[in-house]
């Protein structure tokens, strides 16, 4: 059977509306262009290999592949022309040298916010001068720029303060409701949070059990610092997010992972609490001297409120999201689950990769209590070592 070419666009078009609202494509089909501008719908494909390979220090030239090269196969699947003419056009080597220069300088981080993003700024101008792309220049600039300002943690509209609907305070490393936590979060990680060390009585206990929050990630040191003083008092920690070896699973922990590691270090650490747990691997669950566990899909608000209905407490005295490591699951969970949360109880959401930064961002203006991000220094880079805070007053 002959397809004629208009009907061949036409298959093209809706395989491409297919694509970008499957679930399983990426972790929010539906991000808004106001996220990225022009960068949008490639952009949250991209933002985590960019920033990962900031991390890694790797060349400018190599990094630039990488993106065309994701570029291209995004274009492929997305109505932006034709991949093929999103290539290098005759730019000249000097011409090329003075973007390295400036990209390297900005991927330096100066003495201040303002310093650091005024060397981005200027990175994207000498990048736009040279236009080093038939098409898709403009993606590729703005998903650079967006990398840089993630790489240090920096967001533009909080320079100028425009579109903000709350007013939000930035140190170092975390962006906060106050300026006395972000300050007081600051402070801690500049004076004390030392790389080499993972000092704290919670980073050898998870350790000890088996968890990444000591290993992979250095969790233990931030949280150690504001769970301490209710490391006597608190009666009932809850956790999603048990860990799975099942590979037919999203954000599975591989087969060599420990299920459960996390829920016995808070077992550890607390110890007149009762640590509660829930996964979407029903063969995760598992009960134990003062552990219990629940079938949960964070996706699905009914699931999440007939999982509570289950449990026999509320007013949880700190709650940790470690499930399903995207925005949607993200903020669903949270809207069902901060109820459930005790006064002056803590709320924590780990794993968030660089896509996801500017919607939690969002987030943390849209809520009414005091919250932080928290964009965690670590060596070697690890691109999702950031975590968001809530503290119920």
Request: aromatic residues 12%.
């Amino acid at each position: 059977m002959k397809i004629s070419p208009s009907k061949m666009k036409k298959m093209f078009v809706l395989a491409t509306l297919l694509f970008m609202n499957n679930p399983q494509t990426s972790n929010a089909a539906d991000y808004p262009d106001y996220v990225f501008g022009v960068s949008a719908k490639p952009g949250f494909y991209m933002l985590d290999l960019v920033v990962n390979n900031l991390g890694a220090e790797r060349p400018y030239s190599e990094i630039l592949s990488d993106v065309l090269g994701a570029t291209k196969t995004i274009a492929a699947r997305q109505i932006m022309g034709d991949p093929e003419d999103i290539t290098r056009s005759k730019v000249t080597a000097e011409e090329l040298t003075k973007c390295e220069i400036a990209f390297a300088t900005a991927r330096v981080y100066q003495t201040d916010d303002a310093t650091t993003f005024a060397n981005i700024q200027s990175y994207y101008q000498t990048y736009k001068d040279t236009d080093p792309f038939v098409r898709g220049n403009a993606v590729v600039n703005q998903l650079l720029f967006d990398s840089l300002c993630l790489y240090h943690n920096i967001f533009p509209k909080l320079m100028d303060g425009s579109t903000l609907s709350r007013a939000l305070f930035k140190g170092r490393h975390v962006v906060a409701s106050t300026q006395a936590i972000a300050d007081r979060i600051s402070g801690f990680l500049d004076e004390t949070f030392d790389l080499a060390v993972r000092g704290t009585p919670l980073c050898q206990i998870m350790k000890d059990c088996g968890s990444d929050k000591s290993t992979v990630h250095n969790y233990t040191k931030m949280y150690h610092f504001l769970l301490e003083s209710m490391r006597e008092t608190a009666t009932k920690i809850f956790e999603i997010g048990i860990g799975s070896t099942d590979p037919q699973f999203a954000y599975t922990m591989g087969k060599d992972g420990t299920v459960g590691a996390s829920l016995r270090g808070w077992r550890a650490y607390f110890p007149n609490a009762h640590i509660y747990g829930a996964d979407i691997d029903a063969a995760a669950l598992f009960q134990e001297d003062r552990i219990n566990t629940y079938y949960v899909d964070q996706l699905k608000t009914d699931v999440i409120a007939s999982m509570f209905a289950q449990i026999p407490v509320e007013g949880f005295d700190v709650i940790v999201d470690d499930g399903l490591h995207c925005f949607e699951a993200n903020d669903i969970f949270f809207k069902a689950a901060i109820e459930k949360l005790a006064p002056r109880g803590i709320y924590i959401i780990e794993d968030i990769a660089p896509r996801g930064i500017p919607l939690v961002l969002k987030l943390l203006e849209g809520i009414s209590y005091d919250a932080a991000l928290i964009q965690l220094p670590t060596t070697p880079a690890r691109f999702d070592n950031n975590i968001f805070v809530v503290f119920k007053q």
